[in-house]
């Protein structure tokens, strides 16, 4: 038993990627390793950017709060509709908003858990708004190649 314990510790393989294609019918976009907070956006947009490490990613939102509440963001696995780290990621990607007259630039963390290093596969990733004592809307969806974090 302490030798199984040993080997499960040091083989961290997330086995969740092995039998996942990548749709070639869907264009996706590659999170960035750069990402342009100088250009002017002129509506509601958010990208996706590279972190310190696989799996983790940065979010960048320009959005234009009409009323108060949060922005936060949800993933899936693109061809079996999987939720990916559903809690963790809308905790980490959960931002305050207060009404403004202009787009605004709001910018968290998140990490991918499902997958290994190196395994990409597609994903659907949307920006949700919900008002304060209404439900959520869904704002914008964006398609994504991903990978996740190894433990």
């Known amino acids: 038993m302490f030798y199984l314990m040993v080997f499960l510790m040091f083989y961290s ?3 969740f990627a092995d039998d996942l294609e990548i749709p ?3 264009k996706f976009e590659k999170p960035k390793d750069e990402i342009d907070t100088l250009t002017f956006r002129k509506e509601n947009t958010f990208e996706i950017k590279n972190g310190s490490q696989p799996g983790i990613y940065e ?3 320009w ?3 009409i009323e108060k509440g949060k922005i936060y963001l949800k993933a899936f696995e693109i061809s ?3 939720p990916l780290s559903a809690d963790q990621i809308k905790e980490k990607s959960t931002i305050e908003v207060s009404p403004n007259d202009s787009l605004q630039l709001f910018h968290k963390e998140f990490t991918i858990y499902e997958g290994d290093w190196g395994k990409f596969y597609g994903s659907k ?3 949700y708004f919900k008002p304060d ?3 959520e809307q869904k704002v914008i969806e964006k ?3 991903v990978e996740g974090w190894m433990r």
């Open 143 to 145: 398609k994504y190649v």
């Open 80 to 82: 079996k509709n999987i």
């Open 133 to 135: 004592h209404k439900p």
């Open 59 to 61: 979010y960048y939102v």
């Open 125 to 127: 990733i949307s920006l």
């Open 24 to 26: 070639t019918t869907i």
């Open 13 to 15: 393989t997330d086995f």
């Open 63 to 65: 959005y234009k709060p």
